[in-house]
């Protein structure tokens, strides 16, 4: 039998960063997400032996360990080795040794969530074979546990609790890690005309994202009043971005991702840098109305809101800078276990 699972990446519309710590333990704080044709996928297949093969098909990366309660953290393939860990202090021994083996749609450091992404596949896939009792805000909240507190990787709450429920949510998130995931019935024909005129742009770049991540965190450690006025900006953006779906005004979107983008390059530097401006730039030279760098910044994914047919200006202005344009869907369901 081979216990399979896959989750999908998300894109980030509105109020990125207030769902980082300690912002949003303090003043709450406000997302909204959409996920995408993307995936994380993870397959185990138990062994007669008693190994751990963990290997990672997209990072041609692979690892055998002996099965002991607690593998080694020694920066290889940490999330898996993180959820294994995990699962075993929770829950007991793994019922056998056994391969695992993961690949994600998008290169890591891309802005669309591929870590925690690859993490929430990777517990669905032990969900499936152990059997575990794991709803869908146990799942979110444990990857998180994992990554951020047990294997010290710093980020937000978002891409846990995306890639688990799937779909178009505004999320809220509290002190003592609350976390309220409210998904929103768009109308089709709104999610459809949001999906033709909003282009999704590789930079060909990747980044760190913890250390700008951590450099936002200290700003409101530091009562850095910019920074913080701007996240609070951002949070307002998520509630205006959620009207506006709910509502049909698409052609409002663009206004509403631009204003988010002038904010937040003020809640931390290497948000954006000289070469990034100049692609957002010569999108809205070209027609785009607005649009955001995807995740915490500094490389990944942009996406360009086009109104009509401005997205074939906004392509032919783009295609020197060196990066590609990917197609995607908007996906409803998060996390999908099943065996073979």
Same mark, same amino acid.
């Given at each position: @039998?081979?216990?399979? %699972?896959?989750?999908?990446?998300?894109?980030?519309?509105? /109020?990125?960063?207030?769902?980082?710590?300690? =912002?949003?333990?303090?003043?709450?704080?406000?997302?909204?997400?959409? !996920?995408?044709? #993307? =995936?994380?996928?993870?397959?185990? $297949?138990?062994?007669?032996?008693?190994?751990?093969?963990?290997?990672?098909?997209?990072?041609?990366?692979?690892?055998?360990?002996?099965?002991?309660?607690?593998?080694?953290?020694?920066?290889?393939?940490?999330?898996?080795?993180?959820? =294994?860990? +995990?699962?075993?202090?929770?829950?007991?021994?793994?019922?056998?040794?056994?391969?695992? !083996? !993961?690949?994600?749609?998008?290169?890591?450091? %891309? /802005? #669309?969530?591929?870590?925690?992404?690859?993490?929430?596949?990777?517990?669905?896939?032990?969900?499936?074979?152990?059997? #575990?009792?794991?709803?869908?805000?146990?799942?979110?909240?444990?990857?998180?546990?994992?990554?951020? $507190? &047990? #294997?010290?990787?710093?980020?937000?709450?978002?891409?846990?609790?995306?890639? !688990?429920?799937?779909?178009?949510?505004?999320?809220?998130?509290?002190?003592?890690? %609350?976390?309220?995931?409210?998904?929103? +019935?768009?109308?089709?024909?709104?999610?459809?005309?949001? $999906?033709?005129?909003?282009?999704?742009?590789?930079?060909?770049?990747?980044?760190?994202?913890?250390?700008?991540? &951590?450099?936002?965190?200290?700003?409101?450690?530091?009562?850095?009043?910019? %920074?913080? $006025?701007? @996240?609070?900006?951002?949070?307002?953006?998520?509630?205006?971005?959620? &009207?506006?779906?709910?509502?049909?005004?698409?052609?409002?979107?663009?206004?509403?991702?631009?204003y988010g983008f002038r904010f937040k390059k003020q809640m931390a530097q290497g948000i954006s840098n000289p070469a990034m401006d100049e692609l957002y730039d010569t999108a809205?030279?070209?027609?785009?109305?607005?649009?955001?760098?995807?995740?915490?910044?500094?490389?990944?994914? @942009? @996406?360009?809101?086009?109104?009509?047919?401005?997205? =074939?200006?906004? +392509?032919?202005?783009?295609?020197?800078?060196?990066?590609?344009?990917?197609?995607?869907?908007?996906?409803?369901?998060?996390?999908?276990?099943?065996?073979?």
């Open positions: @039998m081979i216990y399979r %699972s896959k989750a999908p990446l998300r894109i980030g519309l509105a /109020g990125g960063g207030t769902d980082v710590s300690p =912002y949003c333990d303090i003043y709450g704080g406000a997302i909204l997400n959409a !996920t995408i044709s #993307l =995936y994380a996928y993870a397959s185990i $297949e138990p062994l007669d032996e008693p190994v751990v093969i963990l290997e990672a098909m997209d990072r041609s990366e692979r690892v055998e360990l002996e099965l002991t309660p607690s593998l080694p953290l020694d920066g290889r393939l940490e999330l898996a080795k993180g959820v =294994y860990n +995990r699962i075993v202090a929770d829950y007991g021994a793994v019922p056998s040794g056994f391969k695992l !083996t !993961t690949s994600v749609d998008a290169p890591a450091g %891309s /802005g #669309l969530g591929s870590s925690s992404t690859l993490m929430v596949a990777i517990l669905g896939a032990f969900r499936e074979w152990m059997n #575990l009792p794991l709803g869908e805000y146990d799942i979110a909240h444990m990857s998180y546990e994992i990554e951020r $507190e &047990e #294997l010290k990787m710093a980020g937000g709450k978002q891409d846990q609790y995306a890639a !688990t429920f799937g779909g178009v949510n505004f999320m809220e998130f509290y002190g003592n890690n %609350s976390v309220i995931v409210n998904p929103l +019935r768009i109308k089709h024909k709104y999610l459809h005309e949001l $999906e033709n005129n909003l282009l999704l742009y590789f930079t060909a770049t990747s980044r760190l994202s913890s250390t700008i991540i &951590e450099a936002q965190s200290k700003n409101v450690v530091d009562k850095n009043e910019k %920074s913080i $006025e701007a @996240m609070h900006q951002l949070k307002e953006q998520a509630r205006m971005m959620k &009207e506006a779906l709910l509502k049909g005004k698409v052609d409002d979107i663009g206004a509403i991702l631009d809205l030279r070209a027609g785009a109305t607005g649009g955001k760098i995807s995740g915490a910044g500094g490389g990944g994914f @942009m @996406m360009f809101y086009c109104p009509g047919t401005t997205h =074939y200006k906004v +392509r032919a202005a783009l295609a020197t800078f060196g990066g590609d344009f990917h197609r995607y869907q908007f996906t409803e369901q998060g996390l999908s276990t099943w065996s073979v």
